[in-house]
């Protein structure tokens, strides 16, 4: 095959681009088989992006963390300014878990590995896998600055030609409580990328090809085409809309958006944002363009695969200083309480000019994580991270799903492999009646979850959660979803955002917030909201104030 893009004809290069995909796909299945932790084995917390070259992003895996794999890119083009291409070697790994850099936060490790074929580099492999510890505080939003929350890597080589860098490993593995956990998991990165490199060998063998950068550049240019397409049907103008979050105490979180589309062009601007706070509310750039191309992307462009290509149309701007753009050390841990809300407020100012292609606010925006942590009975460290989620928000066909994550996609993973690496019991886990938003579709449901604490001794509890005071809004005449709650089986409540101490019997009740409606509820199908009481998901009582169905 000529490497002229012209010489790609539209059924081989989507052969082509489905493959690359593949690839992508391979690396992550083998970061899931050989991962540690069940925060990546269960709860999905990761990413895997095949790059070309020049460091561009070429096929990303279908199942990640839609903010990983925006970003490895960026980070890749920040590990080629201090190593340059000219310098790697077949077998170095370079890793960095620098906010700035990468993903916004520390627990969140990015490794790249370059990949050669007859001799030139034609590529690299990336994965980002959220660790189960990075020492610190732990996944906490109660630090005042970055180098509390815990030990953060400069980009430096965790292999270099295959050789570990034993060093670097000694003080990582020296400022963790689950140091097999932590190397297992970095190991399994490694393998990933190890697995992503011999296949895009043996596509390249397969293909004819001797370098992916007429590939690379042809399905770049096609994905930047069809996201410009969809931009330049969306009605030229400045759209505008606010969001209001709990934030941490006093400092409520203030989000200004501005959506301005100029032909092909769209820009997001947050201007009047609330400033930086002294918590780890933060969101890096990195993590704020992520988490603002992606909507974009699903609203507009949901069918064509992504890469680099997709995301040229899309510039992002946030003032220095602010939430969504903090000047370091400024502590961000607990990042995706603010970045999550992103979504939300870009559909609200969308909601008019693209009414069938947004959905509401989501109650699952920001997750609700809570983190547990200590000794088992054993006397082993361990720390576990319950992954559950609140309802997204109604779209312009139907209801909104049911505790599902968006805009991230972590899952929840298995209750019986939660519990069978804690010394903690899931008493309950279901969906929570009347939580979604009234509309002409219902928002999805939240959850509601009781873990009880069967340790020897106390354990940390860290809550990272939001929209006790600011639930989920609906959208064109839809109704808001229904609050967050949290408290103790005492009948006490912990601080939504801090750490504390949990006793050895004490229960944990988590009443996860609902998706907004959308739409007029008057407009309802009364069958469907009769069907909605014979399910359980909405009460007579709700049915009759909200829909007048008795």
Same mark, same amino acid.
């Given at each position: 095959m000529n490497d002229a893009a012209s010489q790609f004809d539209p059924v081989t290069l989507e052969i082509l681009w489905s493959r690359l995909i593949s690839i992508a796909d391979e690396s992550a299945a083998a970061l899931l088989r050989t991962s540690f932790s069940t925060i990546v084995r269960e709860s999905n917390?990761?990413?895997?992006?095949?790059?070309?070259?020049?460091?561009?992003?070429?096929?990303?895996?279908?199942g990640g963390i839609p903010s990983f794999s925006g970003i490895l890119p960026r980070t890749l083009k920040h590990f080629l300014a201090r190593f340059p291409k000219e310098t790697w070697k077949p077998g170095d790994?370079?890793?960095?878990?620098?906010?700035?850099?990468?993903?916004?936060?520390?627990?969140?490790?990015?490794?790249?590995?370059p990949i050669f074929y007859k001799d030139a580099l034609v590529g690299f492999s990336g994965s980002i896998a959220h660790s189960p510890d990075i020492?610190?505080?732990l996944w906490s939003a109660d630090c005042q600055e970055l180098f509390e929350e815990g030990l953060r890597i400069p980009p430096m080589k965790f292999l270099e030609e295959g050789k570990p860098n034993e060093g670097l490993r000694e003080i990582i593995l020296s400022n963790v409580r689950l140091p097999d956990q932590v190397l297992g998991d970095l190991n399994a990165q490694v393998t990933a990328n190890e697995v992503c490199g011999r296949r895009l060998i043996e596509f390249l063998e397969d293909s004819e090809l001797n370098e992916l950068s007429a590939l690379s550049g042809t399905l770049q240019q096609r994905a930047e085409t069809a996201m410009r397409n969809a931009i330049e049907e969306v009605p030229d103008g400045a759209y505008?809309?606010?969001?209001?979050?709990?934030?941490?105490?006093? *400092?409520?979180?203030?989000?200004?958006?501005?959506?301005?589309?100029k032909g092909t062009d769209l820009d997001i601007n947050y201007d009047g944002t609330s400033p930086q706070i002294n918590r780890g509310l933060n969101t890096v750039m990195n993590y704020t363009y992520a988490y603002s191309a992606y909507p974009i992307k699903c609203a507009l462009d949901p069918q064509t695969p992504r890469n680099e290509g997709s995301y040229r149309p899309i510039t992002v701007?946030?003032?220095?200083?602010?939430?969504?753009n903090p000047r370091f050390p400024a502590p961000c841990n607990a990042r995706q309480l603010t970045g999550?809300?992103?979504?939300?407020?870009i559909y609200k100012a969308l909601a008019h000019a693209i009414p069938d292609q947004i959905i509401a606010d989501s109650g699952s925006a920001p997750s609700m994580r809570a983190v547990f942590s200590g000794h088992d009975p054993r006397g082993n460290r361990f720390s576990q991270i319950l992954f559950a989620s609140g309802g997204m928000g109604a779209c312009p066909q139907k209801d909104g799903l049911p505790t599902t994550a968006f805009p991230t996609n972590a899952g929840a993973g298995s209750i019986e492999a939660f519990e069978s690496v804690s010394p903690l019991i899931v008493w309950k886990k279901e969906l929570r009646q009347d939580s979604g938003g009234a509309g002409e579709f219902r928002g999805g449901l939240g959850q509601e979850c009781e873990i009880e604490i069967r340790s020897q001794g106390p354990l940390q509890l860290s809550l990272l959660s939001d929209r006790w005071h600011h639930p989920a809004q609906g959208v064109l005449g839809g109704k808001e979803g229904a609050t967050s709650e949290i408290g103790f089986s005492d009948g006490t409540t912990p601080h939504q955002k801090s750490r504390t101490k949990i006793d050895p019997g004490k229960r944990l009740h988590m009443r996860y917030a609902g998706g907004g409606g959308y739409g007029d509820p008057a407009k309802r199908d009364k *069958?469907?909201?009769?069907?909605?009481?014979?399910?359980?998901?909405?009460?007579?009582a709700a049915a009759k104030r909200d829909y007048g169905v008795s």
């Open positions: 917390d990761f990413g895997t992006v095949l790059m070309d070259a020049n460091g561009d992003g070429l096929s990303e895996n279908t790994c370079v890793i960095t878990n620098d906010p700035w850099l990468a993903t916004g936060h520390l627990p969140d490790i990015t490794m790249s590995m020492g610190g505080s505008h809309a606010t969001l209001d979050a709990d934030g941490f105490d006093e *400092d409520e979180t203030h989000l200004e958006c501005t959506v301005t589309i701007s946030a003032p220095e200083g602010c939430i969504l999550h809300l992103l979504a939300g407020v *069958d469907q909201v009769r069907q909605d009481i014979a399910d359980g998901y909405i009460s007579p």
